[in-house]
T-cell receptor, first 114, second 111 residues
Framework: KAGVTQTPRYLIKTRGQQVTLSCSPI?????VSWYQQTPGQGLQFLFE???????NKGNFPGRFSGRQFSNSRSEMNVSTLELGDSALYLC?????????????FGPGTRLTVT | KNEVEQSPQNLTAQEGEFITINCSYS?????LHWLQQHPGGGIVSLFM???GKKKHGRLIATINIQEKHSSLHITASHPRDSAVYIC?????????????FGKGTLLTVNP
């Protein structure tokens, strides 16, 4: 089975712009979670989608949003980018809902905001 | 105070040594994950456990629910084990039902 894929792998944006990141889960996996990793804060949970519905959300401002499609692929969007949004964004898929299941991580998208 | 504390933050070992990385947490949990992150970013899930002990090759993970503590052991360490090891806990179901991560332990194994 192919692993979790994320596109693009690298991205450079300017403050104030918006960005959309994409995640394709492992075939058959229905849950997709998004995480942000920064040197200062480490890994932090953004949100989880299951069956096209957001099931859980971390402590991030409303500028961070996401969605999931019927084929379980997921996108996350960050609007009005700030310098502090520079980070590695990781998605992880699991067979069923919730982080009680093993998480399979993608390679990440490294976002740089200038 | 972080809900998840890892120690040590940095660890340097010689090839062949036995390695122990510790994780302590402050809340009741449903499960605990151990993750490995190599330079370049990719994260691999090593173990998920809610009680007892699990073993996979040279890696062993244990958890003591009463003491709110988990350890990751690496036997016969090898330079390819050099990575950041991250502990993550999943609290019991409730409004905070999401993974909370430790800051990670950077392991360097020298040949």
């Amino acid at each position: 089975k192919a692993g979790v894929t994320q596109t693009p792998r690298y991205l450079i944006k300017t403050r104030g712009q918006q960005v959309t990141l994409s995640c394709s889960p492992i075939s058959g996996h229905r849950s997709v979670s998004w995480y942000q990793q920064t040197p200062g804060q480490g890994l932090q949970f953004l949100f989880e989608y299951f069956s096209e519905t957001q099931r859980n959300k971390g402590n991030f401002p409303g500028r961070f949003s996401g969605r999931q499609f019927s084929n379980s692929r997921s996108e996350m969007n960050v609007s009005t980018l700030e310098l502090g949004d520079s980070a590695l964004y990781l998605c992880a898929s699991s067979p069923d809902r919730g982080p009680i299941y093993e998480q399979y991580f993608g390679p990440g998208t490294r976002l740089t905001v200038t | 105070k972080n809900e998840v504390e890892q120690s040590p933050q940095n660890l340097t070992a010689q090839e062949g040594e036995f390695i122990t990385i510790n994780c302590s947490y402050s809340v009741g949990i449903s499960a605990l994950h151990w993750l490995q992150q190599h330079p370049g970013g990719g994260i691999v899930s090593l173990f998920m456990l809610s009680s007892g002990k699990k073993k996979h090759g040279r890696l062993i993970a244990t958890i003591n629910i009463q003491e709110k503590h988990s350890s990751l052991h690496i036997t016969a360490s090898h330079p390819r084990d050099s990575a950041v090891y991250i502990c993550a806990v999943l609290p019991k179901r409730g409004s905070n039902y999401k993974l909370t991560f430790g800051k990670g332990t950077l392991l360097t194994v020298n040949p």
